[in-house]
């Protein structure tokens, strides 16, 4: 076990060795740098200006030295300064990653919410109005684009209350956030949830044709202990695993539905760092995700052992 | 031209009276909330080219004279006293001294002098250490030789030669002065000046926030508490967030022609005012590759372009065709009808101009079966693809085939420089509605926003011509005499210029929108909220 933790341990650092190398040359094979970009800005073309900026952000060093500059400060906890606003990158980053991190749980626990229940209901009442409504709901989720629908909201709330729920200011507090988070998290909780929701149907309907359920009926349980205890029990492990893909996906879909909403967090952000060829802002983010995703995994995998006897990795 | 000015310093003096006497009238208080449409390059003016930084932080400083605030149109006549409590020009007419006004101090407390004013343009200059990362309007005060100071509170401009429109450079929101004692660098993030604003916040993606300056010294300016302008980049949801009260103002020509229909219908008691952008699509053609250093394949090209198509389409009739200079009625020097008719591809009949058209390429030994291949660059931006999508199909009329090359935004001026294209779609944005700041800028040979690298000896000669002229009839003259030569170079031809509009609820008052420029106007001393 103790040579496993080593070995996993080294292929972590392995992975984030391999992800910092990969970002840092993305991020300069894309056409262009941070002096077009400002130089853009002013409209204009001086060589001389040009190459004077470059030297002056290190552009000008070879990329193998800018590599170890990058790195060797990171480790050290400087991850530099924006290109931008000149200001420390993780200045920038930290308070962003909250706003995110709770617009993404909460679209997690609406898409979860409804798409499970009514994932049940819709194959317990397979082939009712109730399951076609159900299933009409559930293809509109997944054919609407996130940022269409979050439109739609922001349209009919403009129209029928006279308000528009979008950050245009610091929240109040915790439920005037909650109530600002809501909206949007449900725009983007609603393509995954129909996801959930047919995947549950279906799974469910599979499940449902056991003959273990057969037996559960012919022995008397209710309907709910059927449906609930027996089937879903079940059915859920593939749910479980489409949960986890969607979870990751659903930075994809809160870079639209922060740009729709106007919600300053790190989605949104990363993108426009990318737009700006914020190199400091781009690698130091990434990176952050790539920490937290590996040593997770990390964790996880030490955790089966735990939690699964049966898993011997020694072997 | 010293009477002009007198009367314009004089004419400032009356306007600046009539505000302490209307004063009473107005309210003091409140925060004009506005959107803006992106997260600015820097908070530097003088490093930046583009109304997204003009707007936000033009209130935080202060120029030596400024357009008026309260009158629409920017001219000489509209000159008013800002930091410069009055000005003269020497018999001479290349010393320009302006007296100062007395007790005026920077946001962090520090006081005001002329060696400010000296420190400012010795570095637009490159003379001082202090340097600009970037400094796109050099090539403004090319005619300036120095600038001295008489003890704290006088300050002359030193010119090369007399320039009788130098004091409407320096009118421009692109003219601020900056402190001597202020880091170039700190003044792109932590702005200070001596405007009617203080610098308060500045978070990418976010929000921009200026606050009153209690020590201003114009008395009893401004209205406002503060500034604060959300920074958002979905148009779909500034529009609607302005349409729910979210915000008491648009961005500067934010609504297009097409959306101001929806505007009006949603919120009928917004007040929407549609004006020239002064930002013109114009086509650049690298005249130095093959075949368009053929002076007849470029002839060809200026008799294909129909203008008043762009405009009926893109514009839905709104916008206007000129030259480089904006056209009447709202430019000072646009050119009249019998003027314009003299430019090639301008009148006349479009049928019968492109036969000639088609002929001349003929010539050269293309066809409808044999044309000639061509791709037309442009941003990836919607205002530069859709006019090149229609130049294309006016191009096949003269058996020339165009592909569209949409280039990434960040790339589009380097690719420019280093004349990696045939022809392209352009935009480009004027401050001053002057020849000295418009035709320099963009088509002197050193400037550095001329960045097709434009170089004509016969312009350059009449540009500097135009400058020392002071009669405006006898200048026009020449500055029409520029745009014909410019026309038949083919040097970024001027296809249409458009029209949009600003947006603000009616107790938003004292705003007052300048027709011939959209990068003066954003002092916001005299905005107050009727609330």
Redesign the interface.
């Known amino acids: 076990m103790g040579a496993y933790m080593i070995r996993r341990f080294l292929l972590m650092i392995l992975t984030l060795f391999g992800m910092s190398v990969l970002i840092f040359v993305m991020l300069r094979i894309v056409?262009?740098n941070i002096v077009?970009?400002?130089?853009?800005?002013?409209?204009?073309?001086?060589?001389d200006?040009k190459k004077r900026?470059e030297e002056?952000l290190g552009l000008d060093k070879p990329i193998v030295q800018q590599y170890v500059t990058w790195i060797t400060s990171m480790m050290k906890g400087d991850f530099g300064y924006?290109y931008?606003?000149?200001?420390p990158a993780l200045d920038?980053i930290l308070p962003r990653i909250p706003v995110t991190a709770k617009l993404a749980a909460l679209a997690l626990f609406f898409s979860v919410l409804f798409g499970v229940p009514l994932g049940v209901i819709s194959a317990v009442r397979q082939n009712t109005s109730l399951d076609y409504f159900l299933r009409v709901v559930s293809l509109s989720g997944l054919s609407l684009p996130s940022f269409w629908l979050g439109?739609l909201i922001?349209?009919a709330?403009?129209q029928y209350t006279?308000?528009?729920p979008?950050y245009?200011?610091q929240p109040r507090g915790f439920w005037h956030e909650l109530w600002l988070l809501s909206i949007p998290a449900a725009a983007v909780g609603f393509r995954a949830s129909a996801l959930i929701m047919r995947l549950t149907r279906s799974s469910m309907l599979e499940v449902l044709r056991q003959d273990y359920i057969r037996t559960a009926r012919a022995k008397g349980a209710t309907k709910q202990s059927v449906n609930y205890d027996h089937a879903l029990r079940n059915a859920v492990l593939p749910v479980v695993t489409i949960i986890g893909i969607e979870a990751a996906f659903l930075i994809g879909g809160l870079i639209v539905t922060e740009?729709?909403?106007?919600i300053?967090g790190v989605a949104?952000?990363l993108v426009?760092a990318i737009?700006w060829?914020d190199y400091p802002i781009v690698q130091s983010l990434v990176m952050l995700i790539a920490v937290v995703t590996v040593v997770v995994n990390f964790l996880v995998d030490m955790a089966y052992v735990v939690l699964d006897p049966r898993i011997k990795y020694e072997s | 031209m010293k009477a002009v000015w007198l009367t314009a310093a004089a004419l400032g003096l009356a306007v600046g009276m009539g505000d302490v006497a209307t004063a009473f009238a107005q309210k003091s208080g409140g925060t004009l909330r506005i959107y803006h449409r992106d997260?600015?390059?820097s908070a530097s003016l003088h490093?930046?080219?583009?109304v997204?930084?003009q707007l936000p932080f033009m209130a935080i400083y202060n120029n030596l004279v400024i357009y008026d605030q309260q009158k629409k149109t920017n001219s000489l006549e509209t000159i008013v006293p800002d930091l410069a409590s009055s000005w003269s020009l020497d018999d001479t007419k290349t010393k320009l001294t302006f007296k100062l006004v007395d007790g005026v101090k920077w946001h962090d407390g520090k006081p005001f002098t002329s060696e400010d004013v000296k420190c400012t343009f010795e570095m637009l200059q490159g003379k001082s250490k202090n340097r600009l990362?970037?400094?796109?309007r050099a090539i403004w005060f090319r005619n300036l030789k120095e600038v001295t100071t008489k003890g704290p509170l006088e300050v002359t401009f030193n010119l090369e030669k007399p320039q009788g429109a130098f004091i409407a450079l320096l009118a421009s929101g692109y003219t601020p002065i900056y402190p001597c004692h202020v880091s170039a660098?700190d003044m792109?993030?932590k702005p200070v000046g001596t405007g009617p604003f203080k610098f308060a916040e500045?978070?990418?993606?976010?929000v921009i926030r200026l606050t009153k300056n209690p020590d201003y010294f114009k008395k009893g300016l401004p209205h406002l508490d503060g500034i604060e302008m959300?920074i958002?980049?979905?148009r779909?949801?500034?529009i609607?967030?302005f349409?729910?009260?979210?915000?008491d103002m648009t961005f500067s020509q934010d609504i297009t022609i097409p959306l101001l229909k929806d505007m009006v219908k949603?919120a009928p008691k917004a007040i929407c005012e549609t004006k020239p952008q002064y930002v013109h699509r114009n086509l650049i053609v690298n005249r130095e590759a093959a075949p368009f250093d053929n002076p007849k394949v470029r002839t060809a090209m200026a008799l294909a372009i129909e203008r008043k198509a762009f405009v009926d389409i893109l514009t839905e009739g709104k916008g206007d065709i000129g030259g480089a200079m904006l056209p009447l009625p709202e430019g000072g020097w646009g050119m009249p009808p019998e003027e314009l008719a003299k430019m090639t591809g301008y009148t006349g009949d479009v049928a019968k101009n492109r036969a000639e058209g088609r002929k001349i390429m003929e010539g050269l030994g293309y066809s409808a079966s044999n044309p000639l291949k061509v791709k037309i660059a442009t941003r990836n931006i919607a205002i530069y693809r859709d006019p090149a999508v229609i130049l294309i199909d006016q191009l096949k009329q003269i058996h020339m085939e165009g592909e569209l090359e949409v280039v990434?935004?960040?790339?589009?001026?380097?690719k420019?420089?280093r004349k990696d294209y045939q022809v392209g779609m352009n935009l480009t944005?004027v401050a001053v509605d002057d020849p000295d700041a418009n035709l320099v800028e963009n088509y002197a040979c050193k400037s550095?926003?001329n960045?097709t690298n434009y170089c004509n000896p016969e312009v350059e000669k009449l540009i500097e011509q135009q400058s020392t002229i002071s009669d405006v009839n006898e200048r026009k003259k020449v500055v029409w005499k520029i745009e014909q030569v410019l026309n038949d170079d083919l040097a970024r031809p001027v296809i249409y210029h458009d029209r949009a509009a600003t947006c603000w609820w009616p107790h938003v008052k004292g705003f007052v929108g300048h027709e011939n420029s959209i990068y003066n106007n954003w002092r916001f001393e005299y905005v107050w909220l009727d609330k």
Request: proline content about 6%; glycine content about 6%; cysteine-free.
């Open positions: 056409p262009g077009d970009i400002l130089f853009d800005s002013a409209g204009m073309v001086n060589p200006d900026l002056e924006s931008v606003s000149e200001k920038e439109l922001l349209m709330f403009v006279g308000w528009i979008i245009s200011d740009t729709v909403f106007n300053p949104r952000f426009e737009r060829r | 997260t600015p390059a490093e930046e080219a583009t997204s930084t990362r970037k400094n796109p660098a792109r993030t500045f978070r990418g993606n976010e959300r958002i980049d979905n779909s949801t500034r609607l967030a349409q729910a009260g979210e915000f949603q990434d935004t960040p790339l589009w001026h380097a420019v420089a944005g550095e926003r960045y």
